[in-house]
């Protein structure tokens, strides 16, 4: 294992205790007697997990925490002590702790919280590693260090290895794919078949034959019987993307897939049955579905076992730089580039901005951005003209000049949509409603310029 845990207590037979518990199961042990000690050692030794006494003299465990968190400092605390109050319980997670554990210490509870806390910094550590892997740059990670980030990805680590379903919720664009993948790639399901299919750019007659298969001669068409996504991904993941699309006669069956197990496939009668996890999202109110009728309440509640809401990128734009650089050295890498960043006045422009179009929007205005590039630093006047001008506003008799035709009825259509998509909450029908232009064509156009992938 040759996991680093610091204990940090002031009495020497709590930390003995504590590291012959933690020497037989497979970890390396260093103590230290007071929080200045302890704050010593986390920054010479980097420990995977540090188990924090509350009650020491000299610098509590509140105290050493407070420094920890304002440092930046990334190492998971448990919080440890026989006089818990709610007080001392809230302040102690709103300085970061991981977990908090009351004496008399169990001992499968605090192997138990170490090995989650191991497994989360594991996670993080992976999710924000952006560099090279097999010679290519990594593009399936979670980039972002703000406090929404890492409780996010501490609930990651903490369902990844169980059967739960999970249901990821966010504005279209800010990353509920990457979500599932993590949650995949860091389950015991890891090694078997993440599969993912999109709810929304399906045809409502093939959906059902898509999930479940379907037997020869089952429809016009069905030339030879074919495996559903389901079969594929027995023992892996499968993901559901824009769940809120899905038609009420299909919602019935994916329940019984979760409640038992088992399906049959289109036109056959043949009972199979799979084990797979499913992780659905959606960017719909659910709810609100429900009491319109058009989503059923019971397959809400089998799918909502675990709720992770994303943020939009606008409530978190200190991730933005970060961000940023991995897009940059991505897009660089992909199209044979050597843009190493933003100038300093485009680098504000993007971080003042709202980004409707969340994470997708600013992967797509950055990889625009390299491709027109001569350089190796991006300027102002390599961003489109809408977000120079900050009121994502066509200015109709301002500089059109180096644009050509198709450029500029793009960047229009771009801004149109965009600001139908948000005035109708990115409901995808009422927005193709609003723009009288069927949904089909209304998701082809998405695609093509850039909206969603």
Known sequence: ????????????????????????????????????????????LNPDVVLLDIRMPEMDGIQALEIISRRGQNVPVILITAYGSTETTIEAMKLGAFDYLMKPLKVNEIL?????????????????RDGIKEDRVRTD???????????????????????????????????????????HFNSVRKDKNFIKINCASIPENLLESELFGHEKGAFTGAVTAKQGKFELAHQGTVFLDEIGEMSMSTQAK???????????????????????????????????????????????YRLNVVDIMLPPLRERKEDIPELVEHIIKTCSYEHGKTVTGFAREAMELLAHYDWPGNIRELKNICERAVLMSSGPLLTVEDLPRSLRKKNRRIDWLGELQGDSLKEIVAEVEREVILKALEDNNWNRSATAQALKMNRSSLYAKMKELGIIE
């Not at 040759?2 to 037979?13: G, I, R």
């Not at 497994?119 to 993080?124: G, P, V």
């Not at 890492?150 to 249901?167: D, E, W």
């Open 112 to 128: 138990d919280t170490i090995k989650k806390a191991v497994d989360i910094k594991e996670l993080i550590r992976r999710s924000q």
């Open 141 to 183: 990670v979670m980039i972002g260090r703000s406090p929404v980030m890492q409780n996010i990805y501490k609930t990651i680590g903490r369902v990844a290895n169980s059967n739960a379903t999970v249901l990821i919720r966010g504005e279209s664009g800010t990353g509920k794919e990457l979500v599932a993948r993590a949650i």
């Open 254 to 300: 994916l329940l019984r897939v979760l409640q038992e197990r088992e399906f049959e496939r289109v036109g056959g009668t043949e009972t199979i049955q799979v084990d797979v996890r499913i992780v659905a999202a959606t960017n719909k109110d659910l709810e609100k579905s429900i009491d319109e009728g058009t989503f059923r309440e019971d397959l809400y």
């Open 1 to 44: 294992m040759d996991k680093l845990v610091l204990v940090v207590d002031d009495e020497q037979s709590v930390r003995e205790a504590l590291g012959d518990i933690l020497k037989d199961n497979g970890y390396r042990v260093e103590c230290a007697s007071d929080g200045r000690e302890g704050l010593e050692m986390i920054d010479r």
